[in-house]
């Protein structure tokens, strides 16, 4: 069977053909011509007539630092998944694989901005200035999050798919109405990450409409790691996931996921156009999750091997270390000490993981409202009663 030239049909009001679909969902598997890419799987930095520009201030320090920042948060995410299987943490949440569409991203907000993670943003986290030991509580379950999302401008970790969209949607109308929106050195944007199996999800679908219809400045942010959970992208969609943003009327970009600083110029551009009242944009950052979905899945259920070998080679971390080696000339001496960096980084994320006294009883219900209903008052001391009669037992 041969492949048309395009997915799209030629008279748009005919019913997509077999063939059409098929080779809608091809592109969907690929990164497609459509991919911005600024640096190669090679390391060989490269240029982009729309969005090259938005990185060209990137020099050899300012590629170090994005290269310290990837590694240092793979480092927390393998610790993370070591204390799981050793008893320490409940669950581990993966970002292997992920750590450019993270840090590209992470790294072009500003401070004004505010963002909205799902469960597998430790490295946006990172780039918020949250440390890495704040992370633990969730996933131990001694905490609902554990940095004031108001300070940080990055809310707590969400886990129902895709809810964030309307968060986050909501919160940059706020901005609009706000006046946050215009040219001033005071505009603010928010940025949104979910999943490409969120994209499924009908929250996620309520926020793109109201974002349009009411200009609002959000970066709708999605990882397509290919995989939600055990669903392969496929089984999600039809076309291309950035090409969805079209039929909400905003623009759509597919950046390669495992490209730092391809995700750095993008987001700076598509922030910057929700700042300056163009919002919203969709990004789809196309990726790999190298890992399990969480430390509870086993991928080898249903997926093979090999496709996970071929993502080895597009590594996002490889392809910098090796542009800062052959086209900035960086010796071994600065490989050296981020790894010393990370040794001593996951030496104090462990210690303090093993050392984190278990909460009272009443922790559960502090921090949730501001003041307890008399409901929940009531509640909270029917608990802590029923908690005491234990006492000595
Ligand atoms: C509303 C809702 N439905 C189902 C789930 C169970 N669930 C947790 S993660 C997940 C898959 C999400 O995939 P994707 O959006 O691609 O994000 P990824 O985990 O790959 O980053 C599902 C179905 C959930 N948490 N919330
Ligand atoms: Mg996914």
């Not at 999050?145 to 909501?170: K, M």
């Not at 009327?249 to 700042?275: H, K």
Request: hydrophobic letters at 35%.
């Amino acid at each position: 069977m041969s492949r048309p030239q395009s997915w799209v049909p030629t008279d748009p009001r005919s019913a997509p053909t077999r063939e059409h679909v098929l080779s809608g969902l091809h592109g969907t598997d690929e990164g497609g011509a459509e991919l911005v890419q600024l640096l190669t799987p090679e390391g060989q930095r490269v240029s982009d007539d729309r969005f090259g520009s938005w990185a060209d201030d990137v020099g050899a320090e300012e590629l170090k630092g994005y290269y310290r920042d990837m590694v240092l948060v793979r480092r927390v995410d393998r610790e993370g998944n070591a204390l799981q299987r050793q008893g320490q943490l409940g669950i581990w949440v993966p970002l292997l694989g992920q750590e450019a569409a993270q840090v590209g991203a992470g790294r072009a907000a500003t401070p004004r901005d505010m963002i909205f993670p799902s469960y597998r943003e430790h490295g946006v986290a990172w780039c918020r200035g949250i440390d890495p030991t704040d992370l633990l509580g969730i996933f131990r379950g001694t905490d609902h999050g554990s940095w004031d999302p108001i300070e940080a401008r990055f809310h707590l970790y969400t886990i129902v798919i895709g809810n964030q969209c309307l968060n986050a949607t909501g919160y940059a109308m706020g901005q609009k109405f706000e006046g946050k929106v215009g040219d001033g050195p005071d505009a603010e944007a928010t940025m949104c990450f979910f999943g490409d199996g969120a994209t499924s999800q009908g929250d996620v679908h309520e926020g793109f409409v109201w974002a349009a219809a009411y200009d609002a400045p959000v970066v709708f942010y999605c990882q397509n790691n290919q995989w939600a959970i055990s669903v392969p992208l496929e089984r999600q969609t039809r076309v291309p996931l950035f090409q969805r943003a079209r039929g909400y009327g905003f623009p759509g970009v597919r950046v390669d996921g495992n490209d730092v600083l391809a995700c750095l110029a993008v987001t700076r551009w598509a922030l910057e156009e929700c700042r300056t009242g163009n919002g919203p944009v969709l990004i789809e950052a196309f990726t790999y999750r190298m890992d399990a979905h969480t430390t509870s899945d086993d991928p080898s259920r249903y997926r093979l091997a090999d496709e996970l070998e071929l993502w080895k080679l597009k590594d996002p971390i490889e392809r910098v270390r090796v542009n800062l080696v052959r086209e900035h000339g960086v010796g071994q001496d600065f490989f050296d000490e981020v790894q010393a960096k990370s040794d001593e980084l996951a030496a104090r994320f462990r210690a303090f993981c093993v050392a984190m006294p278990d909460p009272g009883p009443d922790r559960m219900f502090s921090e949730v409202y501001a003041e307890l209903s008399p409901q929940l008052a009531a509640e909270k001391s029917a608990y802590l009663e029923y908690h005491a009669s234990f006492e000595g037992a």
